[in-house]
């Protein structure tokens, strides 16, 4: 099992190592640049700003210094689009909200889609069944764009509960938090929550036709003790390993939802940076994703030998 | 599981975010079906009862994310409308465009011949951390921004002054010392500012309202350097002072305790809502939680809102052109009479009302019209005629629209641009029967394109920095890095020279305005509408009035709970 995390950082490493010099080398070929502005630059003034930023120098040169910044020093370097500010800041600023965001999400996901799935399991083939079922063919179609907008509309312009766009954060308390962000995770979850739904209804389908659970009801088990202990744990696993990539889809779908609640996580500037060429934020925030992805895979591999006692990576 | 496919696949990720919010930002700004329908419904019965923040003297107000805050640094509207309300300059913008304040300068004398000008400071402005602002402040400042090292974007804006061009273009260090010291501001002593001129400037005293020409704290600067304007170190001269900036939430003033008129403040603390789309911030408006949008409403709102003549929107002219330009070396387009013909072709009377939408006036000529009031007798341009275009177009040997060769209008991608793009494409077909493909691209691209003079046609627009027609004629001088048509007549460059070097303020606009007959005659670029700005301002906000330059400084503005 160690030498399996082992193996896996070390491939991770080097999977980020090609994304770095993939991407450094693809955004330097779109064209344009960080300082093209609709007022172009006189030639001088313009030569000394690249000449600050190294973009003067030849690009394997660039390459290097930037590479031996990340390496050493796990910096980015300012950013070229806001100056005052470096990209490991902005990076520090974007990540815990949308990470907030994203857990806020996973766990309204869990809790309509859990329950939702296990009734409808149970009950198969019902009108029970038939209408959770529908609702989570709802949830599934229904994008975010258009489910964002809708609630705004009803909850927080015309019976105003909650606030149309103004994330603030933990930092004014919990009541204001919720105020502003329950919506956006919501909007976020309810794919999620679906699509939960669906898998632990297969599950709960699968499961409970195994031939244990026959064994658990023939000792005489009462039905909730049957299904709490024996088939649920079953029947949640399509669920666990859906949820590393469900995180992960959270966190990077979680740029649309992030400009329509105007909310101050990574994803506006996963998308901004490269239109604004600002080089340095590209790269920080696709070594960042990445990194989330390659960790968030690893983390659900070996859970499922936690779960999964037929899954054995040594 | 292998590692190849899933390296390509977190690859791929970065395209498909960006190609999913491509679609789902124009269904969420532009056309958000929700916010249609409940919009006026609870905004037209919206009383100073529903206010969230129950303080009249905290004032809430949009604004984009600014790129920086150091106002010799800012060349872009949002860190302006900081700027503005943080920084005073010599002078400062007035509640209308009509009017400039006596900002750190309590008066000052402009000598005959319209060269120097000497500014006299007020003795109790001081900085933020209680520091008297002298004119030694001006002088440093000035020269930050033109010392090539400080790299400012704008610092162009400041090459009115003696000196300052080739201070601010040397490449050589060995020289810097020298050219520093020729440029043309001298502080006579603290309260004393004299300022040498190239050439008689009227609009000079503008300029000084402008956030480039704000004085910077040298105290601050040489103890933080590159980091002084982050909010925890920044010190400021105007009636507000940064205390937060919390990236892509807000930014917070509040009132300089050392601020030299203090008193008149209607605010304690201005809070800018940032927000990057303008979807978000008008449902804000909408919510109660702005009192001041500042333009950001989505495009399909305003159709509604024009038609239900929505009390709280506020539509006025806008100091800028929308233009579509030639690249005059490419034929067919180096033959003005095809130039000419393809202008007099589009009907520009109806893109205000049902293409863009805003109400905006067609566009005849190139500089705004807003400019007949301090005196500029704006020419006729052309008006629409497609028989004369058909005439033109003959003569210009394509008497059968077949032959004309298939061009692209290049523009970049934008809802507003495609449908200016589309109109205009139509109007061509139908009026002159010739066809050309639209070609939309990314901005940086476009840019691009425009730079290396790789269009046929092309989208631009400009906005005037100062109130007079200077600023949307020098434009189109042979020299000037930001004429992107190849164009380049000494007819006209003479003029706008001759216009520069002249005092009599009368001549000077004669002469300007001759440079603009030139510039019509020979059409390297056509204007197609004048900008208006519409802001949202809500009932319980006094003292909103039209700016030219959609300059609306926070400290005129007062909120009645």
Redesign the interface.
Same mark, same amino acid.
């Given at each position: 099992m160690v030498r399996f995390i082992i193996r896996r950082l070390i491939?991770s490493v080097?999977?980020l190592f090609?994304?770095i010099t993939?991407?450094f080398f693809v955004m330097k070929v779109?064209?344009?640049?960080p300082?093209?502005?609709?007022?172009?630059?006189?030639?001088?003034?313009k030569?000394?700003?690249e000449a600050?930023y190294h973009l003067d120098k030849p690009l394997w040169q660039q390459y290097g210094l930037q590479m031996k910044s990340i390496v050493l020093h796990g910096d980015f370097g300012p950013s070229m689009?806001?100056?005052?500010?470096t990209v490991n800041e902005?990076l520090a600023?974007?990540l815990p909200v949308s990470m907030l965001l994203g857990v806020q999400a996973l766990i309204i996901a869990l809790i309509i889609g859990l329950p939702a799935g296990l009734i409808s399991g149970l009950k198969q083939n019902t009108l029970t069944d038939y209408t959770v079922m529908t609702g989570a063919m709802a949830g599934v179609s229904v994008?975010?764009?258009?489910l964002?907008?809708?609630l705004?509309? =009803?909850f927080? $312009?015309?019976f105003?509960w909650f606030?149309?766009? *103004?994330?603030?954060g933990l930092s004014k308390g919990l009541g204001p938090h919720i105020a502003t962000s329950f919506l956006p995770s919501l909007t976020l979850g309810m794919y999620f929550a679906a699509y939960i739904a669906r898998l632990t209804r297969g599950g709960m389908l699968e499961i409970i036709r195994q031939d244990y659970i026959g064994t658990a009801r023939a000792k005489g088990l009462a039905e909730k003790v049957v299904v709490m202990r024996h088939a649920l744990k079953g029947a949640i696993i399509p669920v666990v390993s859906y949820l590393g990539p469900a995180f992960a889809a959270m966190l990077?779908?979680s740029?649309?939802i992030e400009? =329509?609640?105007? $909310?101050?996580g990574l994803?506006?500037h996963?998308? *901004?940076s490269?239109?604004?060429?600002d080089y340095p934020l590209v790269l920080g925030t696709?070594v960042l994703?990445?990194a989330l992805?390659?960790l968030l895979?690893l983390v659900v591999?070996v859970l499922y030998t936690v779960l999964d006692p037929r899954v054995s990576y040594d | 599981m292998s590692h190849m496919p899933r390296a390509a696949r977190l690859l791929a990720l970065s395209a498909l975010a960006a190609a999913a919010v491509a679609c789902s930002s124009k269904n969420s700004t532009d056309e958000t079906p929700a916010g249609e329908k409940g919009a006026a419904a609870t905004a037209d019965g919206v009383t100073a009862a529903d206010r969230k923040e129950r303080d009249p003297r905290v004032f809430l107000r949009s604004l984009g994310e600014p790129e920086y805050l150091d106002p010799g640094l800012i060349s872009e509207s949002e860190g302006g409308i900081v700027a503005h309300d943080t920084f005073e300059g010599l002078y400062q913008y007035g509640p209308t465009h009509r009017e400039w304040v006596p900002g750190v300068a309590k008066s000052h004398e402009v000598s005959p011949d319209g060269r120097t000008w000497t500014f006299k400071l007020r003795a109790d402005s001081k900085w933020s951390d209680g520091t008297p602002v002298t004119a030694k402040d001006f002088e440093w400042s000035w020269k930050r921004v033109l010392d090539p090292k400080t790299a400012s974007r704008y610092a162009g804006i400041l090459w009115v002054i003696e000196g300052a061009k080739d201070y601010n273009q040397n490449p050589d260090d060995a020289k810097a010392a020298a050219l520093r010291d020729a440029v043309g501001v001298t502080a006579l002593d603290d309260h004393t500012l004299q300022v040498e001129l190239v050439a008689p400037t009227p609009y000079f005293l503008q300029l000084t309202a402008f956030y480039t020409y704000a004085p910077a704290p040298r105290h601050v600067i040489e103890k933080h350097g590159d980091k002084w304007a982050r909010p925890e170190n920044i010190v400021s001269n105007g009636p507000w002072k940064v205390v937060e900036w919390t990236s892509q939430q807000q930014i917070v003033a509040t009132a300089n305790p050392h601020y030299w008129d203090k008193a008149s403040l209607p605010f304690d603390k201005i809070v800018y809502r940032i927000t990057q789309e303008s979807g978000p911030a008008h449902n804000m408006y909408l919510g109660n939680e702005l009192d001041y949008l500042d333009s950001k409403i989505p495009p399909s709102m305003l159709t509604k809102y024009t038609r239900e003549r929505f009390p709280d929107m506020k539509t006025t002219p806008y100091l800028g052109v929308y233009f579509y330009m030639y690249n005059v070396k490419k034929p067919p387009f180096d033959d003005v009479r095809v130039r000419k013909a393809l202008n007099l072709a589009i009907d520009k009377s109806k893109i205000g009302k049902f293409v863009v939408k805003g109400g905006q006036a067609p566009a005849a000529n190139i500089v705004h019209p807003g400019l007949k009031e301090m005196g500029y007798a704006v020419p006729q341009g052309p008006e629409f005629d497609p028989e004369k275009a058909k005439a033109l177009l003959a003569e210009a040997g394509y008497a059968d629209p077949k032959t004309f060769p298939r061009f692209q209008i290049s523009y970049n991608t934008l809802e507003g641009h495609k449908l200016v793009a589309e109109y205009i494409q139509q109007q061509w077909k139908k009026n002159l029967g010739i066809e050309c493909d639209l070609d939309n691209m990314e901005w940086k691209v476009l840019l691009k394109k425009q730079h290396d003079r790789d269009f046929a046609v092309s989208r631009s627009a400009w906005i005037g920095d100062y109130i007079d027609p200077m600023t949307f004629l020098d434009l189109w001088e042979g020299d000037n890095p930001n004429n992107r048509t190849n164009w380049a007549n000494p007819k006209y460059d003479g003029l706008i020279a001759a216009a520069r070097s002249e005092a009599d303020p009368d001549k000077r606009l004669d002469l300007l305005r001759q440079a603009e007959e030139v510039f019509l005659e020979e059409v390297p670029a056509f204007g197609i509408y004048f900008y208006v700005k519409q802001d949202l301002v809500k009932p319980w906000v006094e003292g909103y009035q039209p700016h030219l330059q959609g300059i609306h400084a926070s400290r005129y503005f007062k909120v009645k709970l």
């Open positions: 491939s080097l999977v090609v994304i993939a991407s779109a064209p344009g640049g300082f093209d502005a609709d007022r172009k630059l006189p030639d001088e003034v030569k000394n700003i600050k689009k806001y100056p005052d500010r902005i600023d974007g994008p975010n764009f258009v964002g907008p809708l705004i509309w =009803i927080a $312009i015309q105003q606030d149309a766009a *103004n994330w603030h990077t779908g740029v649309v400009k =329509i609640f105007n $909310i101050p994803g506006t996963f998308v *901004n490269a239109f604004n060429r696709i994703y990445s992805l390659v895979n591999d | -």
